[in-house]
């Protein structure tokens, strides 16, 4: 798993095989199986994680018992709590695997000595973070302003891979609507597509 880290890091920055060496010596590899709780709600946690297989996701639960999900991270994506990671703030959610995965652990220590190793690797975080703040105004727009139908499309064109991997409430949950209204949207749109 490390090795597809590497090739992950080493296709989008300019970092050589002994400047991955320098910043990635004290990242953690981790097998773990689903349902694997990695962050808890209301706990401090210093790891960030990048998926190398599997698929993880993030989501919190409200007074009533009633989980939200955050953010999925499949192959390739980051996850973490930023609050807590960086201000030592208790979590705002909980992570865990939703199929056995494959992950990197990583530490403050990693994104320290990058800064010194390797400052092309600081310009790619750097995209990364504008990146995902583009998608999360994007997703508060949807959530805010957008038809069921339309953040469902939204879900199919940003998670293609996802639909038969993720159980159809946990999608619900992520576009804020309910498990009914989902299936009368697939149902509605598989209508119209015939109709073609």
């Known amino acids: 798993m490390l090795a597809r880290f590497k090739e992950y890091i080493q296709k989008n920055t300019t970092l050589s095989d002994e400047e991955f060496g320098h910043i990635a010596s004290g990242v953690q590899q981790k097998s ?27 989501y919190t639960i409200d007074g009533n018992g009633k989980e939200h999900v955050v953010h999925f991270a499949p192959e390739n994506y980051w996850i ?28 403050l220590d990693f994104y320290e000595r990058s800064e010194s190793v390797a400052p092309s690797f600081n310009s790619y975080l750097i995209r990364l973070l504008h990146t995902n703040s583009i998608l999360m105004q994007k997703r508060i727009i949807m959530l805010l302003a957008a038809t069921a139908e339309e953040r469902y499309l939204d879900f199919v064109a940003r998670y293609p891979d996802l639909l038969l991997r993720v159980p159809q409430w946990m999608i619900a949950t992520y576009l804020g609507i309910t498990p009914e209204s989902l299936s009368r949207v697939r149902k509605e749109l598989a209508r119209r597509n015939f109709k073609r």
């Open 32 to 58: 773990v199986k689903k349902g694997t709780v990695l962050l808890k709600q209301e706990e401090q946690h210093s790891k960030t994680f990048f998926v190398a297989k599997g698929l993880l996701r993030a």
């Open 80 to 107: 973490g709590d930023r609050s807590s990671f960086y201000h030592h703030e208790p979590s705002l959610f909980f992570i865990d695997a939703i199929e056995d995965s494959e992950i990197i652990s990583i530490g």
